[in-house]
Nanobody, 122 residues
Framework: QVQLVESGGGLVQAGGSLRLSCTAS????????MGWYRQAPGEERELVAL???????HYADSLEDRFTLSTDNAKNTVYLQMNNLKPEDTAVYYC????????????????WGQGTQVTVSS
């Protein structure tokens, strides 16, 4: 089992910045990807950014110029630095940990954080 705890959401004016944090605990050895997703009201959850075990980072289209994913491996923490926020960034942001289950003693599983609300006003 993996537990993900998020923090850092809030209300911010357009053009402002926020940094989200996600700390993983439990059996983290099987995690292959960690990243951030978001879901606006009435819309499907979409990828924001993710990082692979080898350190490769993938961003959703149009977000890589403003959002930066980083990690602190010693603290088992993933961050999402969000700059120049826009009203269309308003959503619940979810941290996720994905296991492919291809390693010995690992299972295929995706874990989700509790979500943190980001609201950007104009």
């Amino acid at each position: 089992q993996v537990q993900l705890v998020e923090s850092g959401g809030g209300l911010v004016q357009a053009g402002g910045s926020l940094r989200l944090s996600c700390t993983a605990s439990g059996d983290t050895i099987c995690i292959d990807h960690m990243g951030w997703y978001r879901q606006a009201p009435g819309e499907e959850r979409e990828l924001v950014a993710l990082i692979t075990k080898s350190g490769d980072i993938h961003y959703a289209d149009s977000l890589e110029d403003r959002f930066t994913l980083s990690t602190d491996n010693a603290k088992n923490t993933v961050y999402l630095q969000m700059n120049n926020l826009k009203p269309e960034d308003t959503a619940v942001y979810y941290c996720a940990a994905d296991q492919f289950g291809l390693q010995t003693m690992c299972i295929a599983q995706t874990y989700w954080g509790q979500g943190t609300q980001v609201t950007v006003s104009s």
